[in-house]
């Protein structure tokens, strides 16, 4: 199995700061990596898809990029209903697996 | 626009098995990849499994002797079976779509059902 190892696991950031959370594949995925936002007692919510596609309705705040097996997640301007817990997702191969998580919370 | 909603028992006993059913509403269950992943409380994500509109289907090894998925296009919906469950099956368990023209990304979900293993 493909593991995907997200740092770091939280994180405490201010409305308006620039969060980076990076997600690394233990072998190669070219760019079959996803990334998911999931508030509390939410379903989780596609926002970044291949590596740095943005999904339809997503706010352009959030991006994402590769370079080899790291892959990030940048998220501009940090606004309140952006504190949730992001996990990456790689369908490169079977079975599907997802980063641990890593939560965003209010300093 | 597409929405999915899970249904089922939230109370399954040790040793028997979950049966629960995603239905697919707003649109046709044809022609996409229809997934199940869980989530313990307080803990990450895992996938479960996934089935074609036409009946193919993909499983987790780490779950794949307990595990069936299946599909009525009669009535858009799909299901999850997962036999001999013990307290480690306790988790939500969402539906989600996979879309292959986004490398297989999952970009509808249902809101996501608790069941509890206990007796």
């Known amino acids: 199995d493909i593991q995907m190892t997200q740092s770091p696991s939280s994180l405490s950031a201010s409305v308006g700061d620039r969060v980076t959370i990076t997600c690394r594949a233990s072998?190669?995925?070219?760019?079959?990596l996803n990334w998911y936002q999931q508030r509390p007692g939410k379903a989780p919510k596609l926002l970044i898809y291949?590596?740095?596609n943005l999904q339809s309705g997503v706010p352009s705040r959030f991006s994402g990029s590769v370079s080899g097996t790291a892959f990030t997640l940048t998220i501009s301007n940090l606004q309140p209903e952006d504190f949730a817990a992001y996990y990456c997702?790689?369908?490169?191969?079977?079975?599907?697996?997802f980063g641990q998580g890593t939560k965003v919370e209010i300093k | 626009q597409v929405q999915l909603q899970e249904s089922g028992p939230g109370l399954v006993k040790p040793s028997e098995t979950l049966s629960l059913t995603c239905t697919v509403s707003?649109?046709?269950?044809?022609?996409?990849?229809w997934s199940w992943i869980r989530q313990p409380p307080g803990k990450g994500l895992e996938w479960i499994g996934y089935?074609?509109?036409?009946?193919?289907?993909n499983y987790n090894p780490s779950l794949k002797s307990r595990v069936t998925i299946s599909v009525d296009t009669s009535k858009n919906q799909f299901s999850l079976k997962l036999t001999s469950v013990t307290a480690a099956d306790t988790a939500v368990y969402y539906c989600?779509?996979?879309?292959?023209?986004?490398?297989?990304?999952?970009?509808?979900w249902g809101q996501g059902t608790m069941v509890t293993v206990s007796s």
């Open positions: 997702q790689q369908t490169y191969s079977s079975p599907r697996t």
């Open positions: 291949a590596a740095s």
């Open positions: 089935i074609y509109y036409s009946g193919y289907t």
């Open positions: 989600a779509r996979l879309d292959d023209s986004k490398v297989d990304a999952f970009d509808i």
């Open positions: 707003g649109g046709s269950i044809s022609n996409y990849y």
């Open positions: 072998q190669s995925i070219s760019s079959y």
